[in-house]
């Protein structure tokens, strides 16, 4: 039987803290995977939307992989729906089918959750946020776990979203200021987080104080970019994959080159790379998203699906099926 996983399913089955202690071992353990990371990506005719497929999320402990497809559509809500088939590595046989929207939000926010703690200047209470969407706010959701955030400073371009992110925190005891601009954003924040559907810088070197840090989740495609290529060279630049930060993340759509790239996520966890050599330096973090990453989360849920009897257990096949049919 396969178990399909809901958003509704996914919400009880998952923590933060859970999901993130197995991103953080994921980003360790994947350095020394043999096989690179791939994805195929297709434009759709006559619409602004893309549709793109991950294959296969394989991570060394876990006898399962995942393939991923998604669509995305900007002007949508929610702009990415899709799902990930979770499959057995010995036989291939279908266990779960999951809600990609849920697996990406989580698993892109709360990756870079972690790597703004790692990165960003310590003991900043205020976190700076341009594009109030899911994926922003699973990431503050994330790195309200991992240290003291006060203060969240805000600017989408549709200003009713950023009211309505700040609304949905309001019980948090958070301080919210909602911005007119990009930049007032970087100019009074420390710690930003980028994720926009921008095809055009959005910041510049000038606009951040020293020492800052800047989580850009929005370059994931190529020619999607929110960073200034000067900006880029200038940084201290972290990827999550190298290969794919120059195939279709901020590194090729910049025209820099894969030596403009400080050092792999994965680095800066295990320890083999500092975070900062300098406390005035400005760090980057512009990830592409891993198909692992995907696999991690997904195998996460459904192995506390089998243990709390969650999910819709559903049969594709008779069982008369014969086996080597077309």
């Keep these: 039987m396969t178990v399909l996983l809901g958003a509704n399913e996914l919400q009880q089955l998952l923590t933060p803290q859970a999901a993130i202690r197995a991103l953080r071992q994921g980003f360790v353990t994947a350095r020394s995977a043999e ?7 297709q434009n759709l005719p006559s619409s602004p939307g893309s549709i793109a497929v991950l294959l ?22 929610p ?29 892109t926010g709360l990756s870079a959750a972690l790597a703004t703690d790692l990165l960003s200047p310590a003991e900043t209470p205020t976190v700076g946020i341009i594009g109030a969407g899911a994926q922003a706010d699973m990431t503050l959701r994330g790195l309200t776990q991992l240290r003291t955030v006060k ?25 919210w200021q909602i911005v007119s601009s990009a930049q007032e954003v970087a100019r009074n924040c420390e ?34 970019a929110e960073l200034d290529a000067q900006l880029l060279r200038r940084a201290r630049v972290i990827v ?8 279709s993340g ?29 406390p005035g330096q400005v760090t980057v973090y512009t990830p592409v998203g891993l198909p692992w990453q995907d696999l991690a989360l997904s195998w996460a849920a459904y192995q506390a699906a089998a243990h709390h009897g969650v999910g819709v257990d559903f049969q594709f096949h008779s069982l008369s099926t014969g086996e080597g049919s077309i």
């Design 151 to 175: 203060r969240v400073v805000i600017h989408d371009v549709a200003d009713e979203r950023a009211h309505r992110m700040a609304e949905a925190w309001r019980q948090s005891g958070l301080e």
């Design 191 to 224: 710690s930003v987080v980028t994720a926009t559907w921008s095809r055009h810088p959005l910041l510049y070197l000038a606009d951040f104080l020293p020492g800052s840090h800047i989580t850009s989740l929005g370059a994931d495609e190529p020619g999607k």
């Design 35 to 41: 096989a690179s990371p791939q994805r195929i990506r």
């Design 240 to 247: 999550d994959d190298l290969d794919l930060a120059m195939t």
């Design 250 to 278: 901020a590194l090729g759509t910049a025209g820099l080159q894969r030596d403009d790239a400080t050092a792999v996520l994965g680095q800066i966890i295990d320890g083999t790379v500092p975070a900062r050599t300098d």
């Design 56 to 77: 296969p999320g394989l991570l060394t402990g876990i006898p399962a992989y995942t393939v991923k497809v998604n669509a995305k559509f900007p002007d949508a809500d």
């Design 79 to 107: 702009a990415i729906s899709g799902i990930v088939c979770l499959h057995d590595l010995r036989t291939g046989k279908l266990l779960a089918l999951l809600d990609s929207a849920f697996i990406t939000a989580w698993r």
